[in-house]
């Protein structure tokens, strides 16, 4: 039997402890969220019910102590939220069914925001992924892998919560919707990233399709493959293109064809 001596036990114990655990990364790394809270101004798509707060008290009982409770009430659609695959694609994950494992991971966030300002309706396609991997005039960045979430950031959310700059419309109801101006995916970037086999594909926009899409095929193409969306996702720019670990995990509803989200980035203290 090998005999274990003291200074082996000491040396074995400080390097240990030199080596940061989980936690001491999480306690030190900066959290940045990625939500939009939920209220009034909230937008939702023209059609959905919008969110309502209703106060149930908000006083000093007889007691003496004081109580807040609420009722809360609010399409699936709207704010900062996640669509299940079923949201379009009969038979795939609802909500619920999501396995956890696929609504965390790296992040990878691809700036189009130069293309969006030009023209409120374009598309990111296939050449906006090619050219974000290459690096065109900048750095290259690093190839999207398997089990990535993509984000997108077209500037949309400097418009938040502004309904005519962010939609393209004031209007409600189905007399809105082909008055919708906003960037989204092109189904063969869809197609791409399907055959990256991503995890999750996020905008700050209000759909990943763009405003004038009137068949959805994005949103098709996405959850044919089990791939969900975040949509609205707020405060990409303070996001590095590469580096953030994303955990995004929306209301858990039975059954729902989305919900939503919570969806926050965790950005490594540097030099770890």
Not at 38 to 66: C, H, M, N
């Amino acid at each position: 039997m090998k005999r274990v001596t003291a200074p082996l036990v000491v040396a074995t114990f400080l390097a240990a402890c030199a080596r940061p655990s989980v936690t001491d990364l999480l306690a030190r790394a900066t959290w940045v969220d990625l939500t939009y809270a939920f209220d009034s101004t909230t937008i939702y798509w023209p059609t959905a019910k919008p969110f309502k707060l209703e106060v149930v008290s908000a006083q000093r009982t007889p007691a003496g102590y004081y109580y807040a409770a609420n009722n809360i009430a609010a399409a699936e659609h709207g704010g900062t939220h996640l669509d299940a695959p079923v949201h379009f694609a009969e038979g795939k994950h609802t909500t619920d069914q999501l396995p956890l494992a696929q609504l965390v991971g790296p992040a990878f966030v691809i700036d189009v925001s130069s293309k969006a300002e030009v023209d409120r309706d374009s598309r990111i396609v296939p050449a906006d992924l090619g050219a974000w991997e290459q690096g065109g005039r900048g750095a290259a960045h690093a190839r999207i892998p398997e089990g990535a979430i993509v984000l997108f950031r077209t500037g949309w959310g400097s418009r938040w919560p502004d309904r005519a700059g962010y939609l393209g419309t004031t209007k409600t109801g189905p007399a809105a919707v082909p008055e919708l101006h906003f960037p989204g995916i092109h189904p063969d970037a869809a197609r791409w990233l399907v055959q990256r086999q991503v995890h999750d594909v996020g905008i700050d926009t209000p759909s990943i399709d763009y405003g004038q899409s009137s068949t959805f095929d994005t949103h098709r193409t996405l959850f044919a493959a089990d791939i969900p969306a975040f949509e609205n996702v707020g405060h990409l720019s303070a996001l590095p293109a590469t580096g953030a670990f994303v955990i995004a995990l929306p209301m858990k509803i039975r059954g729902g064809s989305g919900g939503p989200l919570r969806i926050v980035a965790v950005l490594p203290e540097r030099g770890t």
